[in-house]
């Protein structure tokens, strides 16, 4: 069989992966997985695709023509890596939020006699309405930044 037989089979196989969607998920054991379908019953996050790049300038172009494609190009890099980073930080600050959140629930819900330090360093105890307020204010804490957006 000859293989020009198989190019469009394999050209058709091609823009399917092109096409198909991708999926983040958690497996029970922690792990971050990726995948074209999750598993039922898993919370999945769809991930977007990266923009196709910027196509190059024609042949006959002017440097001139090809010097601003490369600036505009650069300039989108710039953007997206900017825009990862700005993503990963806001990842980084909601963990330390949730962390911090769960912490004080799990301090706060031991019962007995707490203190919280006042701004002039001193010490004062917290009453148990006070307590529950601050339970509850880390409780809707906890749910904003733990939760997955």
Not at 81 to 106: G, S, V, W
Not at 127 to 149: G, I, M, S, Y
Request: with cysteine.
């Amino acid at each position: 069989m000859r293989p020009a037989a198989f190019f469009p089979f394999l050209l058709l196989l091609a823009v399917n992966a092109w096409g198909a969607e991708m999926f983040k998920w958690t497996d029970a054991q922690g792990r971050t997985q990726y995948g074209q379908r999750p598993p039922p019953g898993v919370e999945a996050e769809r991930l977007k695709r990266a923009p196709a790049p910027a196509p190059p300038p024609p042949a006959n172009a002017t440097p001139g023509e090809r010097l601003e494609a490369l600036e505009k190009r650069q300039d989108e890099q710039t953007q997206r890596e900017t825009e990862t980073q700005q993503k990963q930080q806001n990842a980084a600050q909601r963990k330390r939020y949730c962390d911090n959140a769960r912490k004080n629930i799990a301090l706060l819900g031991k019962g007995g006699h707490h203190r919280v330090k006042m701004p002039d360093g001193s010490y004062q105890a917290m009453d148990d309405a006070f307590v529950q307020r601050e339970l509850e204010k880390n409780r809707r804490a906890e749910k904003t930044f733990c939760d997955p957006q």
